[in-house]
Nanobody, 116 residues
């Protein structure tokens, strides 16, 4: 079982930056692939970025070059640094932990609002 708690969301002007954190408790954090997803009103949840246990990363095209996912296994935490934010980045951001073939564990989400 894994519990995930996101923090760091808020309101920022376009062009600004925010840093999200996701604290994990439970077993085997360092061995799990982790991800950030986001969901805006009326839209499906979309994958933003993933990071493997060896810190290999992958990004959605819409955030490449602006967002950076990282992890600190000693602190059981995964981060999402978001720069050059755009109004279309406005969404609830969720942290997820993989088990087997699925991202099985989810946090409660944190709101990110980017004003124009």
């Amino acid at each position: 079982q894994v519990q995930l708690v996101e923090s760091g969301g808020g309101l920022v002007q376009a062009g600004g930056s925010l840093s999200l954190s996701c604290a994990a408790s439970g077993s085997s954090f360092s061995m799990r692939q982790m991800a950030w997803y986001r969901q805006s009103p009326g839209n499906q949840r979309e994958l933003v970025a993933t990071i493997t246990s060896s810190s290999k990363t992958n990004y959605a095209d819409s955030v490449k070059g602006r967002f950076t996912i990282s992890r600190d296994n000693a602190k059981n935490t995964v981060f999402l640094q978001m720069n050059s934010l755009k109004p279309e980045d406005t969404a609830v951001y969720y942290c997820a932990a993989r088990e087997g073939l699925l991202f099985k564990y989810w946090g409660q989400g944190t709101q990110v609002t980017v004003s124009s």
